[in-house]
């Protein structure tokens, strides 16, 4: 799976989400700021001010944690989306009609083929949640463990 991400991460249409350095610190004065209103709080209203503002700074975080992204998945510039991973699995005998499928991008013909629970041929695809572009590699599983790949990577683009 690394395989195909260092490959994509080389197309000029995609790009590395950092993770911010910064959250890091938000964390640290949530739990300051949450500290410190602990040591004040004498009765119940202040309790309720303390439950309302660790909720709203834990909701300040997650907003920023959700718009400054996570550094493990690519981004596609253009679609200014998230490409989330899948993981297939085929058996060898499989091999030829994949191989077909990806080079004409045929989407019905590759949900067609029958999928194993063994992993001998991998299908790693990369696509934004909408599904309008795919990125993917195919790979062989061999005898000690490793994945070898079969293909470079096929883009496969339904807006065109």
């Avoid at 949450?34 to 997650?62: K, Q």
């Avoid at 944690?65 to 679609?79: A, N, V």
């Avoid at 067609?112 to 993917?136: F, G, H, N, W």
């Amino acid at each position: 799976m690394e395989n195909i991400k260092k490959q994509i991460y080389t197309l000029p249409e995609i790009r590395r989400i950092i993770k911010p350095l910064w959250t890091g610190w938000i964390v640290t004065a949530i739990g300051a700021v949450c500290g410190f209103v602990s040591a004040f709080c004498e009765n119940i209203s202040s309790d309720l001010i303390y439950v309302a503002i660790v909720g709203a700074m834990s909701l300040i975080l997650t907003l920023c944690y959700y718009l400054f992204g996570d550094s493990r998945r690519p981004y596609h510039k253009e679609l200014h989306a998230v490409l989330e991973p899948e993981v297939f699995y085929y058996d060898y005998s499989e091999q030829q009609p994949l191989l077909d499928t990806l080079e004409s991008g045929d989407e019905k013909a590759l949900a067609s083929i029958k999928r194993v629970s063994q992993p001998q041929l991998i299908l790693i695809r990369y696509s934004d949640k909408a599904e309008t572009i795919y990125y993917s590699q195919l790979l062989r599983s061999t005898s000690n463990g490793e994945n070898e790949p079969l293909t470079d990577i096929f883009v496969n683009n339904l807006n065109k």
